[in-house]
């Protein structure tokens, strides 16, 4: 390796002449020391090879010889045009470790020359190579597993332009269009390239300084983004961002290719240094929804709202693998979940090789549900996220609360908001992402979108989000539509579950711009099964600084006086307002008020590009609101509202409902039958809420103050 395996005074200046995009030095060293020095070491060495290529034969035989069909089709293909085949270059690669003949050598060789000449011409012209740097490793993964069987000067001449893209990419950052993101991102872009592009091409001879240096900047960059979404995920588990198609698709590999290549670069098991990636199954159980569907957080598209398991099969099976021993529950928790996801089908981004690695799945625990009286609700602190249900079976009730995560990606300006679902999405987040499309920055992101409050300030310039107008649309400033200027920074001040209620304190008044808002408080408490009760405390800075409270639904809702309806699919909310006492109430939304803000309606651009998904539900988009306000001009604006959700066939009426009040107290009493529920509230100072049971055999009385329940327990079960 020519004494390049200690990192020395020129690694480092290496590390500053080439990389110069790290701002700051690494925070830790790679063991250098330790890397093998012969061939393969990207995902497979020497010690595993042999029980890879029997896994890949022995048990997935049907992946290998779909490769194989692949591979043969492309290499018999004389009018092959130019472009990007690098996981097919590691398809070909991985044929030729197995098959070590001349003819699965020429194809390898052809498919990973074909790449990089690619790679490079894209470099020239300034072109976007993909969005993901998935293929990219795949050919660098191809130049390792093949190096020692090509000729000197090719390996010389490829390693050195591999060498060359990346530090193109990660330098120059010019390219329009390059998805180049950071240690917080969902690091499938340029920035996980140097680590395995210096993991290649170190001891090669080609430039030994830039190779240690891109290991020693892809390293610290690989740790960063492990230990932040460590702290996303806490005890509970979670992903790069609450919006699933990232956390369970493109994200986690990040995370599984690392500890792959520490294991088979340096021997050594990364996996245990952040074991917060085993508690993925905890968050997948809790963000599943019936029918094979989700919530829809943050920049989910609303289409369908179908689960977005693509990737999660293989996620499920890494967790299997690098934790089966460790963390025995999740890893049996994983096996449950697995046959619940689509079986992984070909793709460049989703990694076709990676099963084959896998060599540990047959120790870890067999399939276990989760046990038997499983707790109701969930804090995910990390992610920002409350989950709550009745039960784990199509005709419970299930509801999202969303306030202080850690992270504002692919977020919306929506803390202190909920969504509710019982056999439909009776409260939830509206509209969707055309790119481009203003519908997606002026309304889909912003509070209007959801189930929140909003705060009207005359002349109040809103934050930008990301996204552009359509061609045709007007480039109009962004609308005031009285929401948040911050997606994040709301304070759970109270969590609290039982078997018989969940409740949650969460102020968000950081959230707003402070000339308009003093307080933003939301207490909100699910009554098992089937009751919300909310309690809202705004204080503004003028009276002329109007508040406004929102529901969105997916069909029209009716209103009659202080009460409305809504239903979607088999189910129905009931929702009624007993503070502000003469409050307002105004139904927005149909043809032309769908998406409604600031004086004008942000409809979708005509033929809008919505991440390849079709509308297959339109009115999951939304389209229809509910909002409430004071009738007169107020400073000190309080609302309160229950909601009780059950089967669109057997719910004619709400319960009955009173309001309870005193000098300092308001709150709520609930008749079902025999049951008698009553929810208090504190008007002022400090939040507090008191909830009391009678009836149909239950006796509870409890005083909740400003205390947030510990979880320790990994799973569902404990």
Same mark, same amino acid.
């Given at each position: 390796?020519?004494?390049?395996?200690?990192?020395?005074?020129?690694?480092?200046?290496?590390?500053?002449?080439?990389?110069?995009?790290?701002?700051?030095?690494?925070?830790?060293?790679?063991?250098?020391?330790?890397?093998?020095?012969?061939?393969?070491?990207?995902?497979?060495?020497?010690?595993?090879?042999?029980?890879?290529?029997?896994?890949?034969?022995?048990?997935?035989?049907?992946?290998?010889?779909?490769?194989?069909?692949?591979?043969?089709?492309?290499?018999?293909?004389?009018?092959?045009?130019?472009?990007?085949?690098?996981?097919?270059?590691?398809?070909?690669?991985?044929?030729?470790?197995?098959?070590?003949?001349?003819?699965?050598?020429?194809?390898?060789?052809?498919?990973?020359?074909?790449?990089?000449?690619?790679?490079?011409?894209?470099?020239?012209?300034?072109?976007?190579?993909?969005?993901?740097?998935?293929?990219?490793?795949?050919?660098?993964?191809?130049?390792?597993?093949?190096?020692?069987?090509?000729?000197?000067?090719?390996?010389?001449?490829?390693?050195?332009?591999?060498?060359?893209?990346?530090?193109?990419?990660?330098?120059?950052?010019?390219?329009?269009?390059?998805?180049?993101?950071?240690?917080?991102?969902?690091?499938?872009?340029?920035?996980?390239?140097?680590?395995?592009?210096?993991?290649?091409?170190?001891?090669?001879?080609?430039?030994?300084?830039?190779?240690?240096?891109?290991?020693?900047?892809?390293?610290?960059?690989?740790?960063?983004?492990?230990?932040?979404?460590?702290?996303?995920?806490?005890?509970?588990?979670?992903?790069?961002?609450?919006?699933?198609?990232?956390?369970?698709?493109?994200?986690?590999?990040?995370?599984?290719?690392?500890?792959?290549?520490?294991?088979?670069?340096?021997?050594?098991?990364?996996?245990?240094?952040?074991?917060?990636?085993?508690?993925?199954?905890?968050?997948?159980?809790?963000?599943?929804?019936?029918?094979?569907?989700?919530?829809?957080?943050?920049?989910?598209?609303?289409?369908?709202?179908?689960?977005?398991?693509?990737?999660?099969?293989?996620?499920?099976?890494?967790?299997?693998?690098?934790?089966?021993?460790?963390?025995?529950?999740?890893?049996?928790?994983?096996?449950?979940?697995?046959?619940?996801?689509?079986?992984?089908?070909?793709?460049?981004?989703?990694?076709?090789?990676?099963?084959?690695?896998?060599?540990?799945?047959?120790?870890?625990?067999?399939?276990?549900?989760?046990?038997?009286?499983?707790?109701?609700?969930?804090?995910?602190?990390?992610?920002?996220?409350?989950?709550?249900?009745?039960?784990?079976?199509?005709?419970?009730?299930?509801?999202?609360?969303?306030?202080?995560?850690?992270?504002?990606?692919?977020?919306?300006?929506?803390?202190?908001? #909920?969504?509710?679902? /019982?056999? +439909?999405?009776?409260?939830?987040?509206?509209?969707?992402? *055309?790119?481009? @499309? %203003? !519908?997606?920055?002026?309304?889909?992101?912003?509070?209007?979108?959801?189930?929140?409050?909003?705060?009207?300030?005359?002349?109040?310039?809103?934050?930008?989000?990301?996204?552009?107008?359509?061609?045709?649309?007007?480039?109009?400033?962004?609308?005031?539509?009285?929401?948040?200027?911050?997606?994040?920074?709301?304070?759970?001040?109270?969590?609290?579950?039982?078997?018989?209620?969940?409740?949650?304190?969460?102020?968000?008044?950081?959230?707003?711009?402070?000339?308009?808002?003093?307080?933003?408080?939301?207490?909100?408490?699910?009554?098992?099964?089937?009751?919300?009760?909310?309690?809202?405390?705004?204080?503004?800075?003028?009276?002329?600084?109007?508040?406004?409270?929102?529901?969105?639904?997916?069909?029209?809702?009716?209103?009659?006086?202080?009460? #409305?309806?809504?239903? /979607?699919? +088999?189910?129905?909310?009931?929702?009624?307002?007993?503070? *502000?006492?003469? @409050? %307002? !109430?105004?139904?927005?939304?149909?043809?032309?008020?769908?998406?409604?803000?600031?004086?004008?309606?942000?409809?979708?651009?005509?033929?809008?590009?919505?991440?390849?998904?079709?509308?297959?539900?339109?009115?999951?988009?939304?389209?229809?609101?509910?909002?409430?306000?004071?009738?007169?001009?107020?400073?000190?604006?309080?609302?309160?509202?229950?909601?009780?959700?059950?089967?669109?066939?057997?719910?004619?009426?709400?319960?009955?409902?009173?309001?309870?009040?005193?000098?300092?107290?308001?709150?709520?009493?609930?008749?079902?039958?025999?049951?008698?529920?009553?929810?208090?509230?504190?008007?002022?100072?400090?939040?507090?809420?008191?909830?009391?049971?009678?009836?149909?055999?239950?006796?509870?009385?409890?005083?909740?103050?400003?205390?947030?329940?510990?979880?320790?327990?990994?799973?569902?079960?404990?």
């Amino acid at each position: 390796m020519n004494g390049t395996a200690a990192i020395g005074l020129a690694a480092v200046a290496g590390l500053a002449a080439c990389l110069q995009a790290a701002a700051t030095p690494p925070s830790c060293e790679p063991p250098l020391d330790r890397l093998v020095t012969n061939r393969p070491r990207l995902f497979i060495n020497a010690q595993s090879l042999p029980l890879v290529i029997r896994a890949a034969s022995q048990e997935h035989g049907e992946r290998l010889n779909a490769l194989r069909d692949i591979v043969n089709r492309l290499t018999t293909d004389a009018d092959l045009p130019p472009g990007d085949y690098g996981v097919e270059s590691a398809a070909a690669a991985f044929l030729l470790l197995s098959e070590p003949t001349p003819a699965r050598l020429t194809a390898a060789t052809g498919l990973l020359e074909r790449s990089v000449a690619y790679y490079r011409d894209c470099d020239r012209d300034r072109r976007t190579v993909s969005r993901y740097s998935a293929t990219r490793i795949h050919a660098i993964m191809a130049y390792d597993w093949i190096y020692d069987a090509m000729p000197t000067e090719q390996r010389f001449r490829l390693g050195r332009d591999l060498l060359a893209h990346v530090a193109f990419r990660v330098l120059e950052r010019s390219v329009p269009g390059d998805n180049l993101g950071d240690s917080l991102s969902g690091f499938y872009g340029e920035i996980s390239l140097p680590w395995y592009v210096g993991l290649a091409t170190i001891g090669t001879g080609i430039d030994e300084d830039k190779s240690v240096a891109a290991i020693v900047f892809g390293y610290d960059q690989h740790r960063r983004m492990l230990d932040h979404r460590r702290r996303l995920a806490g005890d509970d588990g979670g992903g790069g961002t609450a919006t699933l198609g990232y956390a369970l698709g493109a994200d986690p590999w990040a995370e599984w290719n690392f500890f792959h290549t520490m294991e088979s670069a340096f021997g050594v098991n990364a996996a245990t240094n952040w074991p917060h990636a085993a508690l993925l199954p905890n968050y997948v159980l809790w963000n599943r929804l019936p029918g094979g569907l989700e919530f829809g957080s943050g920049d989910a598209f609303h289409t369908s709202n179908e689960w977005p398991d693509g990737h999660l099969y293989a996620h499920l099976a890494h967790v299997r693998h690098f934790f089966g021993a460790s963390h025995p529950e999740q890893a049996a928790l994983a096996a449950w979940l697995q046959p619940q996801c689509r079986p992984p089908v070909y793709s460049s981004a989703a990694w076709p090789l990676a099963f084959f690695f896998l060599n540990r799945i047959n120790r870890s625990p067999p399939p276990h549900a989760p046990p038997p009286g499983a707790p109701l609700a969930r804090h995910f602190e990390g992610m920002g996220q409350v989950f709550m249900r009745s039960g784990w079976g199509d005709r419970d009730t299930y509801a999202l609360f969303t306030a202080g995560g850690s992270s504002a990606r692919h977020k919306h300006f929506d803390e202190n908001t #909920f969504t509710i679902f /019982h056999q +439909g999405y009776l409260a939830l987040d509206s509209g969707t992402r *055309p790119e481009p @499309g %203003s !519908h997606l920055f002026q309304y889909y992101c912003r509070s209007v979108a959801h189930n929140g409050i909003l705060i009207r300030m005359e002349g109040e310039q809103m934050p930008a989000y990301w996204g552009t107008p359509a061609p045709g649309e007007p480039d109009l400033p962004i609308a005031n539509d009285g929401g948040m200027r911050c997606p994040t920074g709301a304070v759970i001040r109270a969590f609290h579950t039982t078997p018989d209620f969940t409740y949650i304190a969460s102020d968000a008044t950081a959230c707003y711009h402070p000339a308009k808002c003093r307080l933003a408080l939301r207490q909100f408490v699910h009554v098992q099964p089937n009751f919300f009760v909310i309690f809202d405390r705004v204080h503004v800075l003028r009276a002329d600084q109007p508040v406004t409270w929102l529901l969105h639904t997916a069909e029209q809702p009716i209103l009659t006086g202080d009460r #409305f309806r809504a239903d /979607h699919r +088999g189910g129905r909310l009931w929702c009624r307002t007993l503070l *502000p006492a003469k @409050g %307002s !109430h105004r139904v927005v939304g149909g043809p032309g008020r769908e998406f409604w803000s600031d004086g004008r309606n942000w409809p979708l651009p005509a033929k809008p590009w919505l991440g390849g998904e079709t509308i297959k539900h339109p009115e999951l988009l939304g389209g229809w609101r509910v909002e409430v306000s004071p009738s007169t001009p107020a400073l000190k604006v309080r609302l309160l509202h229950v909601i009780e959700v059950g089967a669109r066939a057997a719910s004619n009426d709400m319960a009955a409902v009173r309001r309870l009040w005193s000098w300092n107290w308001t709150g709520v009493e609930l008749r079902q039958g025999e049951r008698k529920v009553s929810v208090r509230f504190r008007k002022n100072g400090e939040p507090g809420c008191d909830i009391a049971i009678r009836g149909s055999g239950r006796r509870l009385t409890a005083t909740l103050g400003n205390t947030v329940q510990r979880q320790s327990a990994l799973t569902a079960g404990r």
